[in-house]
């Protein structure tokens, strides 16, 4: 089985700085996307940030310019640099990872975390 634990959420003022982890494990034999989303109650999960297995990366524009994803293939984790947060960064943020178990002839699955709170508030 595969398993993504996140860890760095808490509570911070405004325009505080937190950093999020996320680490794979399990049998995986290949991750492809690697990404960071988040949901408040009442509403739908929403994308934040993601990295390819290309490197390449894309941002909610909501938080473009304030938060950076970075990625470290060998050790299968995610981080999420998260500044100048605002209240509406509050959330709980889900770790999401596209990989396959196992073999190459695996089919590509998602996966996500348990979620981590971040609550921005003064």
């Known amino acids: 089985q595969v398993q993504l634990v996140e860890s760095g959420g808490g509570l911070v003022q405004p325009g505080g700085s937190l950093r999020l982890s996320c680490a794979a494990s399990g049998s995986i034999f290949s991750i492809n996307n690697m990404g960071w989303y988040r949901q408040v109650p009442g509403k739908q999960r929403e994308l934040v940030a993601v990295t390819t297995s290309g490197s390449t990366i894309n941002y909610a524009d909501s938080v473009k310019g304030r938060f950076t994803i970075s990625r470290d293939n060998a050790k299968k984790t995610v981080y999420l640099q998260m500044n100048s947060l605002k209240p509406e960064d509050s959330a709980v943020y889900y770790c999401?990872?596209?990989?396959?178990?196992?073999?190459?002839?695996?089919?590509?699955?998602?996966?996500w975390g348990q979620g981590t709170q971040v609550t921005v508030s003064s």
């Open positions: 999401s990872a596209v990989l396959k178990i196992r073999t190459s002839y695996s089919p590509l699955t998602t996966h």
